[in-house]
């Protein structure tokens, strides 16, 4: 069974930056594609950004897209979301998630397999 620990989240204003980090309890190459979920209160749970192994391939969400970059160091079993330019509807729990899929593609969250416990991160206005 994969563990994912997320860390890095916290409070931040509009406009500042975050970097979340996950950390596998296992070589990131039995988990070929990894990716970050959201989710606010009182809503469900959506797709930010997912990567292959290789970091070749990334999907971003069109509300992130251009603001967060996802990444992963193999060498260290970690993946990462570098947050700028924040705002308050980045207002979320963040989960870390993986798969053994090599597809990275998959927007719904019913499609991962491994989940990290969540960190939460509030943007102030």
């Known amino acids: 069974q994969v563990q994912l620990v997320e860390s890095g989240g916290g409070l931040v204003q509009a406009g500042g930056s975050l970097r979340l980090s996950c950390a596998a309890s296992?070589?990131?190459?039995?988990?070929?594609?990894m990716g970050w979920f959201r989710q606010a209160p009182g809503k469900e749970r959506e797709f930010v950004a997912s990567?292959?192994?290789?970091?070749?391939?990334?999907y971003y969400a069109d509300s992130v897209k251009d603001r967060f970059t996802i990444s992963r160091d193999n060498a260290k079993n970690t993946m990462y979301l570098q947050k700028n330019s924040l705002k308050p509807e980045d207002t979320a729990v963040y989960y870390c998630?993986?798969?053994?899929?090599?597809?990275?593609?998959?927007?719904?969250?019913?499609?991962?397999?491994?989940w990290g416990q969540g960190t939460q991160v509030t943007v102030s206005s």
């Open positions: 998630t993986a798969d053994s899929s090599i597809v990275a593609s998959r927007w719904s969250s019913f499609d991962w397999r491994y």
């Open positions: 296992e070589r990131t190459f039995t988990i070929p594609t």
């Open positions: 990567t292959t192994w290789g970091g070749r391939s990334a």
